[in-house]
């Protein structure tokens, strides 16, 4: 996922954007009680057309998930600090990690009042993982026991050498989901795995009504939810223009809406939003234009929050390039870290925005530590940056015959801080070191699948679910989805693998940390710094809040 | 007239076909994967990849994509574009607001440049026409964006005249502000022109005769004078639409306008080249209609001027 748009808050992102979450502590409630709140207004909130229909399992990017959060409940809820709550489910239940039982609360309804029970999960999970359905969250079954058979595919190479994937499910329904009672089923996991229920509140793992799995194109331009808020009318989806959802009053979960309603306004730039904001035409946005991040504090006085939120930087240092290989490599990629002044870009050119990493995932995870050993690397030494650095080029000279670049898209606002690091490079190691500006994030992406960029390339990760294993396995674990430049390290994956297979997550965590371990050793990788996502409100809300993974705590606006 | 017409229409075949060759190649040449860049850093399954990729025949060589776009524009099926939306209920929704926007711009460019530019014309060299022309010339520096930004600020957020954004139901009066700024930039060349067309007609031969047969007053400003002092000015508004249209980009950037200025901002981004060339083959459509009806505006302001030779 892209660092851009939370970093510098701007443009077009697909990111996920996950789970909104459960009711705010009660010293917030107090703090907004002082100002009597309404809770029938409707606020209005920045956003932009969602990508696909609006289905849980095929939504991944940041406009449709906000909605799908609102109009839909899982079996669990995630609350503003990323601690899974039961919310459909009425137990989740183990023993060895691998076969589980799930209890479904009874009485629960979608709008249409068609009633939730095991069955339900088990038809929308079977409907989202069965490649025939194309639906772009299928992989979050993958654990699930018969996953392979659903998910098949046959890939067939045309004459000129292009390939073509298409679906060749050998069955129709996952075998490890089995019907118990009304009111329950069990899941049967291929391997044990301890963090897998931590999964179960993000939106693949939602429940569909019937007639979403009947005809999902139609469905989702309408959908029927369950959740605490629904669609104002059929066609609130105005394309290009507005989404118009209000509080469902039926909803009894632990994300009761404070506010009537929630209308996404549609922007293509937040400039003209920041305008809107700023005369209360709009009420709430968590996307800042870039050169607003020096002046919105003073802009919005006390109408402001700024949280870490499950987001990290990452420079990657590409395996392919011989400068980087064998002992000299890793004493250069060492001392490149210790040249970047984190503190100073984060302070001067993020304004604050974002706070310096200590390792591979997120502050705001259960698990997480800044006391990893190895991660001194990431403190900023000009003179042990050098020494590395000489000493590097002792065991092998550094091929110094072009400038070491570093690959960002610039779609996003990054070139100031990427410049920065660069002279970073020149200034303390004596380097030639520049930014290798890529116009779109699809090119730097083709570059990275291709293996084809000669210096560092920028990257980050959102996480999908609150966990540290999310932030580890896609992006570093041998043949990982986001590990585009192939690492491979059989120390770590076996690590998390152990972590995976432990029954406590707190025993899972350590596994999981003693796996960065051996990333802060190889270092393919440098982490720069973890996002501090700001949002802003207008006069007509009272206070607002974002949860773990940065997304906007709709449910828990008070308006006046 | 009639064959006039004819050859005119079907000049804008050979017009349409360079215009969507070109703009669909260079879509086509922008880098990239488009569908890998739809789910950036979350790839879905490959099957799901290779999906969209046939179904916007991505997986082709330029000449089989262009040639099914080709085939499908003819036969009026427009396809979905990338966020699985009808391209053709998409247009219905975005050119009206579009056309609304430079309609609105139109007027406003013509009504004020026009009526000051006639005043100043017949009452050259006095202060209303020093004023004026130096007013012009500070507008016509002055950048449209600039001017969307300030307006936006002055009138919408510190003076709070009108909405600083337009967003949904876009309609005449939330449209003022930016057709305001978007006829404002060539509002001062329509002035200059029809000044500088004034000056010149006020001392031809007829209009010295008219006034000498004592006439004056409305009938000798309007009749004689304005009308003969049109054409530069209708040649320049008529081909201005067209820009007007185009040129909205920018300013529906500014004050959020779901028209087409943002929705071909959008699929140049996501490199939709089918919706990109579609959007652009109408604008072009635009031009070319309204380049035919300034030249057949021609007849009537000046009955010298015939077609059929």
Redesign the interface.
């Known amino acids: ?2 660092y851009k748009r939370i970093s510098k808050a701007v443009g ?5 954007a996950l789970a909104l979450t459960a009711c705010s502590p009660a010293a917030d409630t107090a703090h907004t009680d002082k100002v009597s709140s309404d809770p029938t207004k409707i606020i209005t909130a920045y956003s932009n ?5 609006l289905l849980p399992a095929d939504t ?2 940041d406009y449709g998930s906000r909605v799908i959060e609102l109009l839909f409940e899982g079996l669990r809820a995630y609350d503003p600090e990323g601690k899974p709550i039961n919310a459909l489910a009425e137990s989740i239940e183990t023993v060895d990690a691998q076969n589980w039982i799930i209890k479904v609360k009874r009485g629960s309804r979608f709008t249409n009042g068609e009633e939730i029970t095991a069955k339900t999960f088990i038809e929308s999970w079977n409907f989202a993982a069965l ?1 025939t359905n ?6 979050f079954f993958e654990s699930i026991d018969g996953y392979a058979a659903v ?1 098949a ?1 046959r ?1 067939t190479t045309g004459t000129d050498e ?1 390939t ?4 060749a499910p050998t069955a129709q329904t996952m075998s490890g989901l089995v019907l118990k009672d009304d009111h329950t089923f069990s899941v049967k996991l291929s391997q044990p795995e301890a963090d897998w229920s931590l999964r179960l509140g993000y939106s693949a793992f939602f429940p569909l009504p019937s007639a979403a799995i009947r005809d999902p ?1 139609t469905y989702g331009e309408n959908p029927i939810g369950n959740g605490p808020y629904k669609f104002a009318k059929e066609g609130s989806w ?5 989404l118009s959802l209000v509080r469902n009053d039926a909803y009894d979960g632990p994300r009761k809406a404070k506010n009537g309603g929630v209308t996404f ?5 937040p ?3 920041y ?2 904001l ?2 209360d ?1 709009l009420d709430l946005s968590d996307t800042l234009p870039s050169n607003a991040l020096r002046t919105y504090k003073a802009d919005f006085q006390d109408r402001y929050a700024a949280k870490p939120v499950a987001l990290n930087a990452t420079l990657i240092i590409p395996p392919y390039n011989p400068n980087f290989q064998g002992e000299a490599g890793k004493l250069r990629r060492q001392a490149l870290s210790q040249a970047i002044n984190r503190e100073e870009i984060c302070t001067i050119i993020f304004n604050g925005t974002c706070t310096p990493a200590k390792e591979f995932t997120a502050p705001v995870l259960d698990g997480y530590t800044e006391k990893i050993p190895g991660n001194e690397v990431l403190n900023f030494d000009p003179t042990r940056a050098r020494d590395l650095w000489a000493q590097a080029d002792k065991i092998k000279p550094y091929d110094a015959s072009r400038p070491l670049q570093i690959a960002s898209n610039t ?1 996003g606002g990054n070139k100031e801080w990427v410049d920065a690091v660069a002279n970073g490079f020149k200034n303390n190691l004596g380097i030639p070191a520049e930014t290798q500006p890529f116009a ?7 570059r990275r ?1 291709a293996r084809s960029l000669p210096g560092l390339t920028r ?3 959102n996480g ?1 679910y609150p966990s540290l294993y999310n932030f580890l396995g896609p992006v570093w674990g041998t043949g990982g ?2 590990n585009y430049e192939k690492f491979s390290y059989p120390e770590f994956d076996q690590l998390l693998q152990e972590g995976l297979r432990s029954k406590e997550t707190s025993e899972a965590n350590a596994k999981f940390n003693k796996a960065q371990e051996v990333l802060f050793r190889e270092l393919p990788g440098l982490p720069l710094w973890y996002t501090n996502r700001p949002i802003v409100w207008s006069n007509n809300v009272l206070s607002a809040e974002t949860g773990w993974n940065g997304a906007i705590l709709y449910h828990n606006v008070s308006a006046k | 007239m009639i064959r006039y017409l004819l050859r005119r229409l079907l000049q804008t075949i050979p017009v349409l076909i360079g215009t969507t060759l070109l703009v669909y190649y260079m879509v086509f040449a ?5 569908i ?16 969209l990729r ?1 179904q916007y025949h991505l ?1 082709e060589p330029f000449w089989i994509q262009y040639g099914a776009f080709l085939v499908n524009l003819l036969t009026l099926n427009l396809g979905n574009d ?4 009808p391209v053709a ?2 247009l219905a ?2 050119f009206p607001v579009t056309a609304m926007l430079a309609v609105e711009a139109l007027i406003i460019q013509a009504v004020f440049g026009v009526t000051f530019g006639l005043i100043a014309g017949l009452r050259r060299g006095r202060v209303f026409d020093s004023t004026v022309l130096v007013v012009s010339l500070i507008v016509i520096a002055i950048p449209t964006f600039v001017l969307g930004f300030v307006f ?2 002055v009138f ?2 510190r003076l ?1 005249w009108a ?3 337009v ?3 876009a309609d005449w009066a939330a449209l003022v502000l930016p057709a305001t700024v978007l006829g404002l930039a060539s509002f001062a060349y329509v002035l200059r022109l029809t000044r500088a067309s004034v000056i010149e007609n006020k001392k031809a031969d007829y209009v010295l005769t008219a006034s000498a047969k004592g006439l004056s007053g409305p009938r000798l400003v309007l009749t004689h004078i304005l009308r003969n002092s049109m054409i530069p000015v209708v040649t320049y508004l008529g081909a201005n639409l067209g820009s007007l249209m185009g040129g909205a980009v920018v300013i529906e ?4 306008v ?1 028209g087409v200025g ?2 071909l ?2 699929a140049v ?3 939709e080249g089918p919706t990109v060339v579609i959007i652009v083959s109408v604008l072009v459509l635009v031009f070319v209609v309204a380049n035919l009806l300034v030249d057949l505006l021609y007849a009537w302001l000046d009955p010298r001027i015939r077609y059929d030779k």
Do not use: C
């Open positions: 996922m892209p077009i992102v697909a990111l996920a057309e969602p990508q696909n229909p991944n990017e490649s194309y639906q772009s969250n299928a992989s998910s595919v890939t292009t073509m994937t298409v679906p194109k105005v394309h290009d223009e507005s306004k549609f922007y293509t730039e400039g003209p939003a305008i809107d700023q005369s035409n779609d779109k994030f699809a090119e730097l992406l083709d699948k990257t980050g990760w999908d989805p986001a | 922008l880098p990239g994967d488009p890998a860049a739809l789910f950036r850093d979350k790839q879905p399954p490959q099957s799901v990849i290779d999906d046939n997986d990338f966020t699985q939306q209920s998409t929704r975005i936006q600020l919408g957020v709070g909405k600083p954004t967003g949904a139901n950037g500014i004050f959020n779901p943002n929705k901002y959008q981004l996501r490199g």
